[in-house]
């Protein structure tokens, strides 16, 4: 079956600091998406990929779509406190099914 | 700005009691989903929905699950005889077209 990896699990960093997390699908995507999460809460969206090799911007969010369709990463610049929560990436092939990664847990030190 | 919602927040229920969690998906969008997402564990993809059909549904949506848009701005999951691995969060999502889909916040099911 389909398998979605992501990593890194958790991160701890200081404040200001760069963050990446990517994620690698065993079969081709045609679409990623990237979410946040905080506890309680539904994953809120923060960027979608449509394209192979197209690298999308929102603020201080980066994420680009694998040119080989199988894997996508979301760098976070200068991190502050309010960044913490758990980033997960979903990818689908024909939107009628959404592969979601296991997490990547952000902890951020003022 | 337009948002899914979902009723209720919280349920608790006994096993082999009957749910029924609803949703509004966002007026205009066309595609429904259904996710739950057991605590501290990623979302789990369970059925899509559209033009009153099922599109695909996940190993998870066995029989005791079904799916219902019974109005226009309903969407509905009824889980008929709750089991205690039932517990969990259940997210539900809409999107137009093909945009992204937008996740509600989801209803807390405890299964007793």
């Known amino acids: 079956g389909q398998q979605l990896n992501q990593s890194p699990q958790s991160m701890f960093i200081q404040e200001g600091e760069d963050v990446s997390m990517n994620c690698t699908s065993s079969?081709?995507?045609?679409?990623w998406l990237w979410y946040k999460q905080d506890p309680g809460e539904g994953p809120v969206l923060l960027i979608a990929l449509y394209k192979a090799g197209e690298l999308t911007s929102n603020g201080r969010l980066t994420a680009q779509f694998g040119i080989t369709r199988k894997d996508s990463f979301l760098n976070i610049s200068a991190s502050i406190p309010s960044d913490v929560g758990i980033y997960f990436c979903a990818g689908s092939y024909n939107f009628n099914k959404f592969y979601f990664g296991s997490g990547t847990k952000l902890n951020v030190k003022p | 700005e337009p948002e899914v919602t979902q009723t209720p927040s919280h349920q608790v229920t006994q096993m082999g009691q009957e749910v029924i969690l609803r949703c509004v998906p966002i007026?205009?969008?066309?595609?429904f989903y259904w996710y739950r997402q057991i605590l501290g564990q990623k979302v789990e993809f369970l059925v899509s929905f559209y033009n009153n059909e099922i599109s695909e549904k996940s190993e998870i949506f066995d029989d005791q699950f079904s799916v219902e848009r019974p109005d226009g701005s309903n969407f509905t999951l009824k889980i008929r005889s709750t089991k205690l691995e039932d517990s969990a969060m259940y997210f539900c999502?809409?999107?137009?077209?093909?945009?992204?889909?937008?996740f509600g916040p989801g209803t807390r099911l405890l299964v007793l």
């Open positions: 079969s081709i995507f045609n679409t």
């Open positions: 007026s205009n969008h066309l595609y």
């Open positions: 999502a809409s999107r137009q077209s093909q945009e992204t889909q937008y």
